[in-house]
């Protein structure tokens, strides 16, 4: 068995293949198991299967790759700034509120969908580095905002840090802040919550 040729196969899929893409491929079910039994891939989810990199510990890369649409916000968000210390038991990701529901049920990776109205689901997206892989994350700014859209289902203690730590921050951008708040319909708690500390 050529482990290396079906290495250079997954890596031409960014290490995540699907059913149909392996019978495209020509990777039979047998060599697919053989390949699990011998640690070389994993199944990750109904129809897909990654390249196991011993070197990469991090959900990260399968985040990534299995919602590659997805911006990383909320919690997830907060805990890459700093913002919170605490590690969110699910990922925090923000999709189309066009995009399917069932993709998201999943076993591995804990995933936690936003459904975001298309017209404002890329303000404020970045790209930042988490664990070396390349990520697509809201800036500060839009974080904050979303924590008073969402603020009612956060956990207080989250949200108030998340708050402090945003204004006691020298590379927060309240003309970006004020921005976002407009089209995201939190003018008022940013000037209430926020403007008193400004």
Not at 9 to 23: A, P, Q
């Amino acid at each position: 068995m050529d482990i290396q040729h079906y290495k250079d196969i997954f890596e031409n899929y960014g290490g995540m293949m699907r059913t149909k893409e392996l019978e495209l491929e020509k990777i039979r079910y047998r060599n697919v198991q053989q390949l699990i039994a011998a640690g070389y891939i994993e199944k990750v989810r109904y129809g897909y299967y990654q390249w196991v990199n011993p070197e990469d510990f991090s959900e990260a890369g399968t985040v990534i790759r299995l919602f590659p649409d997805a911006i990383l916000c909320m919690d997830t968000a907060l805990r890459h700034y700093g913002y919170s210390n605490r590690t969110p038991g699910e990922w925090h990701l923000a999709v189309s509120k066009d995009s399917g529901k069932s993709r998201f049920n999943i076993d591995y990776p804990f995933v936690k969908p936003y459904y975001v109205e298309p017209a404002v689901l890329d303000l404020g997206l970045t790209n930042g580095n988490m664990d070396g892989h390349e990520i697509r994350i809201y800036d500060k700014d839009r974080v904050i905002c979303d924590c008073l859209r969402y603020r009612n289902k956060m956990d207080k203690e989250i949200f108030n840090k998340a708050i402090r730590n945003y204004i006691a921050d020298p590379e927060k951008s309240i003309p970006k802040l004020m921005e976002y708040a407009g089209p995201l319909r939190v003018k008022k708690l940013v000037k209430d919550l926020i403007g008193v500390w400004l």
